[in-house]
Structure formats: C-alpha cells, structure tokens
C-alpha cells in the first residue's frame, strides 16, 4: 500500500518494542504514508528493545516515557510538538501489561498490587495520556487518538486474565474522554480490537498458539495481522475517517460476529 493518506500529519507512537511490535509495523505504514512522528516507550523498554533502529529505518526521533507518568508524558508531549514543529495529529496507545499474567497468577487468585499496577499501564495511562494531550492543548482539529484493545472486553476467554477488565477500562476511557475531546477539540478517539496477534505480550497470555488456531478457524477472513492492524491505523489517521469517534472497531477478521463455523463444528464431528 502506497498512498501518501498521511502526507502532512505529525504524531506520537507509543509502543514499538521489537519488530513484532504491532506499533513497530505502524511506525513503518504510517512512514510509508507521508506521516512523521516521534517515537516513545518506557526508559526499560528502550534500554532492552529495538526502538533505536526503527527511529533510524523512519527518520524519527525516540523520547523515553513511563506512560504511567505524568511529569513524562507532559514531558514528552512538549518535547515532541518542538521536534515536530507543530501540534499533533495523531497518537497511537500501544501498551498493555498484566503482572499477574507475565506471573502467571490465575484469575481466581491475583494479587491486587499487581493486578493495581497492570491497570495503571494497560488503561489508566490512556487517561493520563489524553488528559494530559487535552489540557495542554496540543492537539490539532480533527486529529485521531487510537488504542488498541481485545474481544476479551466483551466475552471471557481463559487466560486474559485482568486484561479483560483493563480493556474494557480502556474503551470506556475512549468513549467517555472521546465525548469530550469530540466536543472541544474536534479531535476522535477510538479503539482497535484487534485478532489475537504473536509479539512479545501477546505471548505473555497462556495457550496463544490455541487462540490463534481457534480465531483463524472462527475468522472468515482469518486472522488480523499486525500488518493489518497498521493499515487500519493509517486509515484511522487519515481523513478518510473525520467523523469516526467513540468507537471500538473490530479488526478480527470478521471472528466477533461469527457464532460457529463450519471448520470448528467439522471437529466436533469427527
Ligand atoms: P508488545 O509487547 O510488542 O507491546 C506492548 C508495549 O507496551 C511494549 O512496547 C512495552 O514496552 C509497552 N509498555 C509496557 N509498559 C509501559 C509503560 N509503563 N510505559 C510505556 N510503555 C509501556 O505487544 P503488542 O501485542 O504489540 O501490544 C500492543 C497493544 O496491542 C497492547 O495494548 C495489547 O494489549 C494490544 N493487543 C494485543 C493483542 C495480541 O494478541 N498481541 C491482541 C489485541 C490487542
């Protein structure tokens, strides 16, 4: 996909830690699509992860931020409107952690501290971000926040975990600031729930090679990759979505509507 949708719009991704990264292949279609940005992950992350080559693949700049900070989201948010000269037009939210999954804690006996700190970092710090982008007012008219979220929000899966919880935190942050920034800022806010997808936190969730298998036999279109997830992103970015807002869009390859299918039912056959 080659059309320059972004060409002119500035922003901020969040996220990218090594290729696998669901906002590692965004950096890169939103660079293919004209957009330019700064790139940002927590100090351990960028200590760890990869980010420096794609800042180097993109021409970008990287900023550290603990997005659970507010002292480091404002400053990154100052930093980032100087490097780009200008206000933001888009921001993609691409965080999630659960302490009690990476533990490996069942969901019938978390532990509350961690299951406080995985809330912090998979929802909360969307608050914190859009707040913090609201009051400083560094948003330009009709520019896009997006963040991604999981089916979980909706339905029980087993092993999510608190995820579930953090992600339907996270897409009522959306629509209730959404509302706000709609209003006064004429600026969207949506979540992408996106298929079950192999990266680093992905793995992190129990038995992710059967969530895989059993989402691609339940998808018509099979399974969203974080390739397609990008895409849609830019799309999101773009103005071909300015009156898209307060929306959890599914790209799940059509996996949220289908109750059974044939290939799953076949199984159960034999
Ligand atoms: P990933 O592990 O590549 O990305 C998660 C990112 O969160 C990492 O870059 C990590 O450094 C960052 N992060 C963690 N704590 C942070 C903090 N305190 N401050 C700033 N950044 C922090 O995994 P992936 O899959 O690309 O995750 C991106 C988003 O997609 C997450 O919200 C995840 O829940 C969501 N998602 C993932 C799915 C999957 O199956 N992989 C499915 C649906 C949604």
Not at 126 to 140: A, C, E, P, R, V
Not at 171 to 182: I, Q, T
């Amino acid at each position: 996909m080659n059309h320059k949708i972004l060409e002119g719009k500035k922003g901020i991704i969040f996220g990218a830690l090594d290729d696998q990264s669901i906002a590692w292949k965004a950096a890169l279609a939103v660079n293919q699509a004209g957009g330019e940005f700064v790139l940002t992950n927590s100090p351990l992350a960028i200590r760890m992860g990869k980010i420096e080559e794609l800042a180097q693949q993109t021409g970008s700049q990287t900023i550290a931020c603990d997005a659970t900070s507010l002292e480091d989201l404002n400053h990154l948010i100052e930093k980032s409107t100087e490097i780009l000269n200008s206000k933001l037009d888009f921001v993609l939210h691409s965080i999630g952690m659960s302490v009690n999954v990476r533990k490996k804690r069942h969901y019938t006996n978390l532990k509350y501290d961690w299951l406080a700190k995985g809330w912090d970092i998979s929802a909360v710090s969307f608050h914190k971000l859009l707040q913090t982008l609201y009051k400083s007012d560094k948003m330009n008219q009709w520019g896009s926040i997006v963040a991604l979220s999981y089916i979980a929000a909706q339905r029980t899966f087993p092993n999510y975990s608190d995820m579930a919880e953090n992600k339907a935190y996270l897409e009522s942050v959306a629509r209730s600031f959404g509302y706000y920034f709609g209003k006064e800022k004429k600026v969207r806010v949506n979540t992408i729930s996106q298929s079950p997808t192999p990266t680093t936190a992905g793995k992190g969730v129990k038995g992710l090679d059967a969530f895989l298998n059993f989402a691609q036999a339940n998808s018509p279109l099979g399974n969203a990759t974080a390739l397609d997830c990008a895409h849609y992103i830019v799309s999101l970015f773009s103005d071909y979505t300015r009156k898209v807002t307060l929306q959890n869009l599914y790209n799940d390859g059509g996996f949220s509507m289908v109750g059974v299918s044939e290939e799953i039912l076949t199984k159960f056959l034999e």
